[in-house]
Every structure is written in structure tokens, then in C-alpha cells.
């Protein structure tokens, strides 16, 4: 009887995790519209709700920063921003962290590139190409070592490719002047330090650490090309030289 409590318990706190990032996986976007449209009460409701879920699910150091955010936010104080920034990290890392809950299979799903992947850019799209291509290559030996050569090699010419891929984005967005391009660059960080984070991690060499770098691989990319490049789709088609 008390094991099968216990088995409940964990099965509605798992439910209640996949729950947390089916919601806030958006939270930025919520809240940085909300202060856009000068709307601080939505802003000041989005904090908050952000702080209790966080604190029910024992987020304690993301509860501490949503606090802190909502205090800025009642105040309308200069500090709004300051205080976000450090909260969309913790989040971040929080989100990163819920993907195998989310799909636990997803380290052994290829991405397949469609039309929807495009973002009208031939040379970003060829690059974008390339980088699913290692992410592939990364799905098909997730049951290989991280210390295997071909996991390897294909590690690090991914993190060269990638960076390299950034790197070029930016300063192509730069040209064309896009308005968002800091917000865009603070997703390349995001990225940039927490791949940085696994590849230290992984130093204890298992299978299950490079599945689940391959699940953030997976989730990342897909997910920035779907929904952050999305965004200067329309800029760069207008911009399109014939």
C-alpha cells in the first residue's frame, strides 16, 4: 500500500513537471509582451504564477528570482530588467532539464528537415542542414560512449560548425538590421554556455550522459529554427535581392 502511494506521488509530480514545461517553456515571450504592451499587471501575474509553481515543485533557487521579479514588477521599478535576466538562465536550465520528461524518446528521433525549417535564407538554410545532419549522425550511435571516435568527431565539428553558424547569423541579422537581434544573440549564449556545461559533465564518459545532450541537441535547434528564426523569416525574404 505505501509503495504504491509512493508510485502515485511520483507519477502526478512527473505529470505536474511535464505540466510546468508545457507552460513556461513560453514565459519570456509572455512576459516580454506584456511589458511591451505596458500591460505590468499581466507582467506582474505571469511572475507570480512563475513563483508558485516553482516553489510547489521545489525550484527553490527559480522561486527566489520570480520573487524577485514580481517585486520589481508591482514596484514598476528600472529594475525589471536586471532582475529578469537571471531568471530566463535559471529557467532555462530548469527547461532543459524536463526534456527527457517531455519525450523520453527523443534522443532517438531524427530531425527531418521540411520547408517548415526554412526561414527564406539559402545559406542559413544550407547550414542549419548541415548542423541536423550531426545531430542525426549523434542519434543514430546514442548507444555508442561519448568517448567513441565517431561521437567525437562528430562533437566537435558540430560545436565548430555551430558556432561558426551563429556567428554568421548575427552578423547577417546585424545587416539587415533586426530589430529583435539582442534578444537573438542571448538565445545563442544560452546555448553556447549550456553546451559548454554538458560537455563538462560528460566527462564521466557514459551513455547516458550523451543521451541526454542529445535530447537538448534535439530539443534546441528544432525549437530555435521553429520559433526564434521564425521570426526574422519575414524580414529577410523582404530583403531578398533578385
Avoid at 159 to 174: C, F
Avoid at 204 to 218: A, E, G, P, Q, V
Amino acid at each position: 500500500m505505501g509503495f504504491s502511494r509512493r508510485l502515485q506521488r511520483k507519477k502526478l509530480y512527473k505529470k505536474s513537471l511535464i505540466g510546468f514545461y508545457d507552460k513556461q517553456q513560453h514565459f519570456e515571450e509572455r512576459f516580454k509582451s506584456a511589458l511591451t504592451s505596458g500591460d505590468l499587471k499581466l507582467a506582474t501575474n505571469e511572475a507570480h504564477t512563475l513563483k508558485g509553481l516553482s516553489a510547489t515543485l521545489g525550484m527553490m533557487s527559480l522561486h527566489e528570482q520570480a520573487k524577485s521579479l514580481e517585486s520589481a514588477c508591482k514596484e514598476n521599478s528600472d529594475n525589471i530588467e536586471t532582475t529578469l535576466n537571471p531568471l530566463l538562465k535559471e529557467l532555462n536550465k530548469v527547461l532543459d532539464g524536463l526534456i527527457c520528461l517531455k519525450d523520453p524518446n527523443i534522443s532517438n528521433t531524427k530531425i527531418t528537415w521540411s520547408d517548415d525549417y526554412s526561414v527564406g535564407d539559402k545559406k542559413i538554410d544550407q547550414q542549419h542542414k548541415k548542423i541536423i545532419s550531426f545531430i542525426n549522425t549523434l542519434v543514430e550511435h546514442s548507444e555508442e560512449r561519448i568517448s567513441s571516435e565517431i561521437i567525437v568527431d562528430t562533437l566537435d565539428e558540430l560545436m565548430k560548425y555551430a558556432s561558426e553558424h551563429l556567428e554568421y547569423e548575427e552578423k547577417r541579422l546585424t545587416e539587415l538590421k533586426y530589430p529583435e537581434l539582442n534578444e537573438h544573440i542571448k538565445h545563442h549564449q544560452h546555448y553556447l554556455e549550456t553546451i559548454t556545461e554538458f560537455n563538462i559533465s560528460a566527462s564521466n564518459n557514459d551513455t547516458k550522459s550523451l543521451n541526454k545532450l542529445i535530447r537538448f541537441l534535439t530539443q534546441w535547434w528544432s525549437e530555435h529554427i521553429l520559433h526564434e528564426d521564425m521570426k526574422y523569416k519575414p524580414l529577410v525574404q523582404s530583403n531578398i535581392e533578385y
